[in-house]
């Protein structure tokens, strides 16, 4: 019976043991620090840690957060452990390599319990990874200094020897990250409490003026009154420290020891006195001005700031952040590049030339898609309207280009086309032919295509070019049209006489040909001036019927002349050596005859 119960018993002892580790941990357990956030393989992201989760789940008091920051290699570690009056053994490993000890952020598995304006608060203490570390990419560092920058309650920056401009530009952009992604995680304006910020000035040699004084002087405006660009940006970069500008203070903390390697190996008594003195009165600052972290008006406890890391920390991998890490203009320089580049798109989709008004309501839908993107894209509040002032003047630039290229590609075709119609007339001037009704097709086809091809800015100058030509071209051709018909009427008129006497034999054509010609010899020049002469209705009559001749939409005659004239001589020639012989002299016209050869009359003789 005892054998049959033993794997009962031993399978109710099992759960009994995995139940007991999966509830709260050892207290004992719990002395000792934690990461709860991890760096990837790349050092480019982070990823969450259960084991100091665990460890901050737990908590049901009220927490606030005490973080350190600053360079790698600096003492952030080991002054954490003074903080908590731990050992090196014990507390956050202190390492002395040139590479970073920590990796990540860590916290102590133990919190300090904290009674703030009557309420009981757990301090949880909080260990980042240096910047400036080799091996990392700066959004590494910029993700590690946000978060710890949105997590706590006080923000402890531990410097070494002085306060660098570097120093203040990278905490701003720290402050803007995490405001930047938090709020957009919760969908618009930043709604967590911002930290205290603890300027901590390590190995302090500086003589004269205290370490607020110099903290106070880095922060303050610099004065441009010469609008110069980069007193702007050192500037911008010190109202978006305004946020934590009011929250915070400065303090010294001399060199513990010489021999920094030895520390972790000395107590009190080896080291700086002075350094004691100063460490003792850094813990009672930090216990100060402690209070617990406030998000969305509310204290959190341990499963709420939970809850609260995992949120930023997908919004910081979720979101791009600049690879420098040095101003929010950087990375908005990103997206301005960007939205730049759908305004292009857009405008690019235009075949230049195209008419100004078109062209202008094309820049407003392009400009308006841009800015959409950069109010959906764009990084930081304090330098949002800096930026957007940036990507306005770099639209309008762009849309300037595409302005002047627009004026050049119009201006190229529109004297392409002037120019083909400049030939046109030129080529009208000199017909072989003269023909107003040619003239006159030729002319209003021209306009017309010009009219419809020749399109934007350029069209308007152009077609005050065009009317002066056509007119000009005109006038031109009217002048030369009556001297030419005048001239190509009396070559008809001697022609014809010639033909009408020798070669048709035709009596009536060749009176005709010479009343023709005496009429336009004598008469047209005694009674007509070259003025008056195409406003005649008899001069009317006679262009009618020349026009009819020589051009018509199915027979243009100038240039079917010359083939046309050589059949007629062909036709002639048959007609005058072959066509009389087959069917006799006999003819119903009245044609010239040979009086001796058919003379009837009876001989004399």
Request: include cysteine; glycine fraction near 6%; aromatic fraction near 10%.
């Amino acid at each position: 019976m005892g054998r049959r119960w033993a794997p009962r018993i031993y399978a109710v002892a099992l759960i009994c043991l995995a139940a007991a580790a999966a509830g709260d941990p050892d207290p004992d357990e719990l002395e000792r620090a934690y990461p709860i956030v991890e760096p990837d393989y790349g050092h480019t992201k982070l990823r969450l840690s259960e084991q100091g989760l665990e460890a901050i789940r737990r908590i049901e008091n009220p927490i606030a957060v005490v973080g350190v920051i600053g360079p790698y290699r600096s003492g952030k570690s080991f002054l954490l452990n003074q903080l908590l009056s731990l050992s090196c053994d014990k507390g956050f490993g202190v390492g002395h390599m040139r590479d970073t000890k920590t990796k990540g952020i860590w916290i102590w598995g133990t919190p300090i319990e904290m009674d703030v304006d009557g309420t009981k608060v757990s301090v949880l203490y909080l260990d980042t990874e240096g910047f400036e570390s080799v091996g990392k990419s700066n959004v590494y560092d910029d993700r590690i200094f946000a978060l710890a920058t949105v997590l706590s309650s006080v923000l402890i920056y531990n410097l070494p020897e002085t306060v660098r401009e570097a120093d203040i530009s990278r905490l701003s952009f720290a402050v803007d990250i995490a405001e930047e992604f938090y709020g957009r995680v919760k969908g618009g304006d930043i709604a967590f409490e911002p930290a205290k910020l603890l300027w901590l000035i390590q190995r302090d040699f500086l003589q004269g003026k205290s370490v607020q004084q110099m903290v106070n002087e880095a922060l303050q405006r610099v004065p441009n009154d010469n609008g110069d660009k980069y007193i702007d940006e050192v500037n911008q970069i010190r109202d978006s420290l305004a946020v934590m500008g009011d929250n915070s203070t400065a303090f010294s903390l001399p060199q513990p020891h010489l021999q920094r390697t030895k520390l972790c190996e000395m107590d009190d008594k080896e080291l700086d006195p002075l350094y004691v003195k100063r460490r003792e009165e850094l813990k009672q600052v930090v216990g100060s001005i402690i209070k617990p972290k406030f998000v969305q008006g509310k204290t959190l406890n341990g499963k709420e700031f939970v809850s609260f890391l995992e949120q930023i920390l997908e919004a910081l991998n979720k979101g791009e952040i600049p690879s420098t890490g040095s101003l929010v203009e950087i990375f908005n320089k990103a997206i301005l590049e960007r939205c730049l580049t759908v305004y292009k798109e857009k405008m690019d989709g235009l075949g230049l030339p195209v008419p100004v008004e078109k062209l202008q309501q094309i820049h407003e839908v392009a400009n308006d898609q841009a800015r959409m993107l950069f109010d959906k894209q764009h990084f930081g509040k304090h330098h949002a309207g800096q930026s957007f002032l940036k990507l306005d003047e770099e639209i309008k630039k762009v849309y300037r280009n595409f302005l002047l290229a627009n004026e050049y590609q119009s201006s190229k075709l529109c004297e392409t086309r002037f120019s083909e119609c400049e030939d046109k007339m030129d080529h009208l001037q000199v017909l072989k032919l003269p023909s107003m009704a040619k003239f006159n097709a030729g002319f209003f086809h021209c306009n017309r295509t010009f009219v419809m091809e020749c399109v934007g800015p350029s069209k308007e100058r152009y077609e005050l070019r065009m009317t002066k030509m056509l007119h000009k071209s005109r006038a031109l051709f009217i002048k030369e049209y009556n001297n030419k018909l005048f001239n190509w009427l009396v070559t008809f008129s001697l022609v014809m006489v010639v033909l009408g006497r020798f070669v048709i034999k035709f009596l009536l054509l060749e009176i005709a040909a010479w009343v023709m010609f005496i009429f336009l010899e004598t008469y047209t020049r005694m009674f007509w001036s070259a003025e008056s002469l195409y406003y005649n209705p008899a001069w009317h009559i006679i262009v009618s019927s020349w026009e009819t001749i020589v051009y018509s939409p199915i027979l243009d005659l100038d240039r079917w002349a010359i083939p046309i004239a050589l059949l007629l001589l062909f036709w002639l020639f048959y007609w005058r050596c072959f066509g009389r012989r087959k069917r006799g002299s006999r003819s119903l016209l009245p044609l010239y005859k040979n009086s001796h050869k058919n003379s009837s009359r009876p001989r004399s003789d």
